[in-house]
């Protein structure tokens, strides 16, 4: 029992880290990016970076700040996975061996917020393909 509240503490916890350090990444690259634009002194200076290859890379960066809606379906998809798994464990543990109403309880809960992610995920998918917002590039492919 208690290695099954053990992973019901550490799944958020992971999941916390995971997110802060994507969060430390982008705020990380915007930094970056604000302060090559700020090096600039005048518009004509801008002007000439931005019309170069690399000013038009920038952009482009700074244009596709926002992730891809696939990108978006997986990270839904994760929790989904993981807590479902979980409330199927404890589920297994609660039939196999501690036969208790709370923890039956517990294993309901987990696994109803698993498939409640799993319905999020289907309908954020359905919704982005009915709305075309799945490019249509391979890996590697530019703009």
Do not use: C
Request: aromatic residues 10%; hydrophobic residues 45%.
């Amino acid at each position: 029992m208690y290695i099954a509240l053990a992973a019901l503490a550490i799944a958020p916890l992971m999941a916390w880290i995971a997110h802060r350090s994507k969060d430390a990444k982008i705020q990380a690259r915007r930094d970056i990016q604000r302060d090559v634009l700020a090096k600039f002194s005048t518009g004509d200076e801008l002007a000439k970076f931005i019309d170069s290859d690399g000013g038009r890379r920038l952009l482009n960066q700074l244009a596709d700040e926002g992730e891809d809606p696939r990108q978006k379906i997986l990270g839904g998809l994760y929790p989904a996975l993981i807590l479902s798994a979980l409330g199927l464990g404890l589920w297994y543990v609660n039939y196999t061996e501690v036969n208790n109403a709370r923890m039956l309880t517990a294993a309901v809960l987990v696994g109803a917020l698993g498939a409640g992610f799993f319905a999020a995920t289907a309908l954020s998918y359905y919704l982005s393909k009915s709305w075309g917002l799945f490019k249509r590039q391979g890996p590697g492919d530019e703009d």
